[in-house]
């Protein structure tokens, strides 16, 4: 116990001296990650893939040796005896994915590991500071706790309402430990959400965790250290179980479709104590715990709300002694499946918190409070003086109407209320079983005056760190990536989902096609996502179809190539921003299998004939309108299904490539050879250089995915600068599959300034339309404020397409090299477009920070660039000629580390290690 702690003060002051070494980068070696994880607890994966940063000084550093250490405890590891693995000293330069290959690691195994580097410009070798991780239970036959719930309603649950309502299960059990503790751990699984206490207090900051999975084919549990939480003597621990995503939101004939209903709540549960003797005790979920619904939390849907009554909270049920003799016997039920593994990506918590910008009355006792933002989460509410019984009801919203009520049309049936029954006095109250995508909140029945510093915004989502930052000249861009920035991380549940205000909130795969890549900027989602490919796969058929929708929640199979291709999409930006190759090699076949069943059920002579969605959501001609129903507008479904089977081809050629399938590399090269000449032959019209009806999505599109013949590409380009600017009056004319190519392909065809002046617009339709009109998140419509509600939401991030990868590769130019992935080189070639006059942008890659920072000034090119140790940069300084350019003062020729290789167009281009540079080029227009 002791020593644990010396660990974890270990680990804390390792965590503070590295925030440190941030501000002065000292030589360390620092973010040791097991699985992509920091400091995991219950891995699923007997030989993880390890990795780790180095921050040094100086330029042109690299690592040329690595050694790793991992220990069974922390003296062991502090005495530098590995002995689980002792790498020896490995002459490389990788930090990624470095596997475990250490004694053969079982189920419940404590690792503690460093590793130290040797870099070329420094003799000694470096440790790292120590971190940690813990094995879960790798086998079926670990598990002795039982699947245990209640499968049976109460007096005041509706199960089958169409508006579902279940009061939350409290489960609870006694149990003494009567030895000198040394460890505990618990494995737990609660579906759909659960809360853990130990001795009247939550174990973990989660929320509404596990995430959600395929239930039927797979569950996640959680691991928490719980050492400190028992003491010797008498102990008690409960779990609260709401519905989440398992028990379904609407039962019956609703609005929408049927959502799969997996049951009641369950858990499975495991508590194992170590003792100091050696001996274990463990206190598993079984018909011995004791369990009801009849307390606080009357409701719970993340759709309409959660109900929670404080006059029936039941005070220490959690603790040892309480009465819990009029509670039932928990049942054993059913498990959801056979499957159940360790959760590898970070738990939902409260990750932000807002002040209200403003609360105000509209009615005797009525108040809307203005979050000044829409975000994601809930409101915690703070009462002076309650009255036992009264009802306080918040509804969320993310709009108001012209009367200052709320606008709640577009959320559709779900009620997004939350009704808090009080008790005598102060208290204070948020929920933790549903969540609301809102920006405006009505109280009513709040005793006294409401005012901002009673209620504050939480924001909830999955705990990845932010990884990004970025910052311009132009306020429309800069909120235009605020919104952005707010969207992303408000769709972010245990999977990415497409809002999260009506009653939808489901993963469909097309909006995240390219997203996603974008995200990867802002967010470290690299484990969210990996996960997601794993519901993806998981909801695949029998015979190859792809859901559109992963978990299959709503049961989507409309085979398209649009939706399911962002399984591949995906699988290719975790290689590409994180090094992560895992993915791909996983569901190789899986992809292979889609593809071949799309070819065999709907291919026609080298055409993919099936579409579902079209360029979904363009800006339509009417105001009022959802879909735009002009056919000049509209992108033929065969067009765009033939060019992503193409696009996907090319992905699978690549993947083949990665993982040494060389057979197939071949196959689906001249697969795709034979797809070009198809599409080709039907889409493109000789007379005019056109891919069919000269939609901007079609040429984008074709220019993107490598088919147009060079002879044509600049005509073809031409067509789409034709187009937006003059039956789109400079305006973007894409939906969110066009929309994922755009901004990129103008650019890399010498359209950079059309690509801001899109980026940049404030009439509609443009992002900062939306901006202007007031929107604090992207909104699904290009035309959001003026459309049918049926479909309309404030939070969407799909038609953010490659906007995002364009504000950090080509305006920030911050670019992973394709071919050292993960930015283990990095190319950085920022476009200094004519409106801006600067670009600050930082990214935290795999491989450590970069930093590009540039300004226009006197029309010189001023640029700052930080490039992590252990990379190396291929850096695009816009200029005249290299005579023109300076670094920290000299002329390049004479500057540390900095190597001139060409001028290419009108950049010179220059090679660079780690390090920090400040670039000037002279009059370089
Ligand atoms: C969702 C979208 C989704 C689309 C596809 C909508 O209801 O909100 O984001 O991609 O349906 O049909």
Not at 209 to 234: A, L, M
Not at 815 to 834: C, E, L, W, Y
Request: glycine share 8%; charged share 20%.
């Amino acid at each position: 116990m002791v020593k644990k702690m010396l660990f974890i003060c270990c680990l804390l002051l390792a965590t503070i001296f590295t925030a440190c070494v941030r501000k002065t980068p000292e030589l360390a070696v620092q973010n040791l990650r097991c699985e992509f994880l920091s400091n995991p607890q219950g891995i699923d994966i007997a030989a993880p893939r390890l990795s780790w940063e180095i921050t040094a000084p100086g330029r042109g550093v690299m690592q040329t040796a690595y050694e790793i250490l991992v220990a069974s405890s922390a003296e062991k590891l502090k005495n530098n005896d590995g002995d689980l693995w002792n790498s020896g000293k490995i002459s490389s330069d990788s930090t990624i994915d470095v596997q475990y290959r250490g004694t053969p690691l079982q189920s419940r195994s404590d690792c503690y590991w460093k590793v130290r580097v040797w870099l070329n410009n420094k003799k000694d070798s470096v440790w790292s500071e120590p971190a940690h991780w813990s094995v879960g239970l790798l086998h079926p036959a670990d598990w002795s706790a039982k699947w245990t719930g209640l499968d049976t309603f109460f007096v005041n649950d509706s199960p089958h309402a169409v508006h579902t309502r279940l009061s939350a299960r409290y489960f609870r059990k006694n149990f003494s430990a009567d030895k000198k503790i040394k460890k505990a751990m618990v494995y737990v699984s609660g579906l759909g959400i659960y809360q853990l206490y130990i001795d009247g207090k939550k174990i973990g900051d989660e929320e509404l965790s596990p995430d959600p999975t395929q239930y039927n084919k797979r569950v996640f549990y959680n691991t928490f250290d719980v050492t400190d939480q028992i003491s010797k003597g008498d102990n008690a621990i409960g779990t609260i179980l709401g519905n989440g995503r398992f028990f379904t939101m609407r039962w019956g004939r609703s609005n929408i479709p049927p959502i799969m209903n997996f049951g009641y709540p369950k858990m499975l549960l495991q508590l194992e104590i170590t003792y100091d003797d050696g001996t274990v005790q463990k206190i598993v979920s079984d018909s011995t715990w004791k369990v009801t619904a009849n307390g606080p939390v009357l409701a719970n849907n993340e759709y309409d709300g959660e109900q929670y009554d404080a006059t029936k909270e039941m005070p220490g049920w959690s603790k040892p002694g309480f009465d819990d003799s009029k509670w039932m016997s928990a049942q054993l039920v059913q498990a959801p499946c056979n499957k159940i593994e360790a959760q590898m990506d970070p738990l939902i918590t409260v990750m932000d918190s807002i002040k209200p910008k403003s609360v105000f009355q509209i009615a005797p006792g009525k108040y809307i409070v203005d979050m000044g933002q829409n975000m994601v989460g809930w409101a915690h509410l703070k009462i002076a003086d309650g009255k036992k019984g009264d009802t306080v009801t918040m509804r969320f919203a993310e709009r108001l109407k012209p009367d200052s009520t709320l606008y709640t049309a577009n959320l559709r049936s779900a009620e997004c209320t939350d009704r808090y029954i009080m008790k005598d006095g102060d208290q204070g109250w948020e929920p933790h079983f549903t969540y609301h995508g809102f920006r405006y909140v009505e109280v009513t029945g709040y005793p006294g005056k409401l005012t901002s510093d009673d209620i504050e915004g939480k924001v909830v989502y999955d705990n990845l760190k932010t990884t990004g930052s970025f910052t311009t000249s132009n306020d429309v861009i800069n909120q235009v990536y605020h919104n952005a920035y707010w969207g992303i991380r408000g769709n972010y549940r245990g999977m990415p989902t497409d809002c999260p205000q009506r009653d939808e909130r489901m993963g469909w795969l097309g909006d995240r096609a390219v997203g996603s890549f974008g995200e990867s900027f802002i967010f470290d989602n690299n484990t969210l996502y990996a996960k997601w490919l794993q519901d993806i796969e998981d909801g695949q058929l029998e015979d190859g179809s792809l859901p559109d929708v992963a978990p299959t929640y709503w049961k989507m199979y409309t085979d398209n190539m649009t939706w399911p291709g962002t399984y591949l999409t995906v699988a290719n930006m975790l290689y590409h921003q994180f090094a992560n190759i895992k993915p791909i090699d996983k569901h190789y076949a899986s992809m292979k299998k889609w593809l071949y069943y799309m070819r065999d059920k709907y291919m026609k002579d080298g055409i993919m004939t099936k579409d579902t969605y079209g360029d979904w959501c363009m800006p339509p001609e009417d105001p009022k309108l959802i879909h735009s129903q002009d056919t000049t507008r509209i992108t033929a479904g065969a067009y765009l299904g033939t060019v992503t089977y193409y696009r996907m081809l090319e992905l699978m050629e690549g993947f083949a490539r990665l993982t040494g399938r060389t057979d197939d590399e071949k196959a689906w090269s001249d697969f795709a050879a034979q797809v070009k000449v198809a599409f080709n032959k039907k889409f493109l019209n000789p007379a005019n250089d056109q891919y069919t009806n000269n939609t901007a999505t079609a040429n984008i599109l074709a220019l993107a995915y490598h088919l147009v013949p060079d002879s044509i590409q600049s005509k073809v380009i031409g067509q789409v600068v034709h187009t937006t600017m003059t039956s789109f009056h400079g305006h973007i004319s894409t939906g969110l599959v066009g929309a994922q190519q755009l901004m990129r392909t103008l650019t890399d065809h010498g359209q950079a300034n059309l690509a801001f002046k899109l980026a940049s617009n404030t009439t509609y339709p443009s992002w900062g339309y939306m901006a202007r009109e007031g929107a604090t998140t992207t909104w699904e419509l290009w035309n959001g404020n003026t459309a049918d509600p049926a479909m309309n939401s404030g939070n969407h991030v799909m038609l953010l397409g490659d906007l995002i990868v364009w504000f950090y590769e080509d305006l920030a130019g911050i670019k992973s090299d394709s071919a050292q992935a993960g930015f283990k080189k990095v190319i950085m070639k920022p476009r200094a477009v004519d409106s801006l006059q600067f670009v600050k942008a930082s990214y935290h890659s795999i491989h450590g920070m970069i930093k590009s920072d540039w300004k226009v000034k006197d029309n010189d090119f001023d640029w700052s660039i930080a490039i992590p140790a252990n990379a190396t940069a291929e850096i695009y300084i816009p200029a005249k000629s290299a005579g023109q350019i300076t670094e920290g003062g000299k002329k390049v020729d004479d500057a540390r580390a900095v190597k001139f290789i060409r001028m290419d167009g009108n950049y010179a281009v220059l090679e660079i290690g780690s390090g920090n540079y400040h670039f000037v080029s002279k009059e370089f227009k």
